[in-house]
């Protein structure tokens, strides 16, 4: 991708995060979005992982070489191109930071019942 495209990072076996990811109109606010399967393997993985992302524990976000994880990945695409009840929600970074934990455990429990394990 070229430097300054945005580049979101998530769970492709977690529904909820793959249509969050998928749902958002940013190419219509930001240009160019390249969304990654963390699950997958795309050698940028390895960049997150020597930063210290754990993408077990949030989805991230890396724009013109910043890196937002978790919680503020999801406020940050909300800020970008959020639309709705969820996005006015997640909008704010106090909010998004209250709700994301929410988030992520009722992404561990659809991944438990969907059988699908941690991602490598």
Do not use: K
């Amino acid at each position: 991708m070229a430097h300054g495209g945005l580049e979101v990072f998530y769970d492709g076996d977690c529904p909820l995060c793959r249509n969050y990811a998928q749902m958002l109109r940013l190419r219509d606010a930001v240009g160019p979005v390249d969304l990654i399967d963390a699950r997958g393997d795309d050698p940028r993985l390895a960049d997150l992982r020597r930063a210290g992302c754990d993408l077990n524990t949030g989805m991230v976000v890396r724009r013109e070489g910043r890196i937002w994880h978790g919680g503020e990945a999801v406020w940050m695409l909300s800020r970008l191109a959020g639309r709705g009840p969820m996005a006015w929600l997640l909008r704010d970074r106090r909010r998004a930071a209250a709700v994301y934990p929410l988030l992520r455990a009722g992404r561990g429990l659809l991944l438990r019942l969907l059988g699908r394990g941690p991602i490598e």
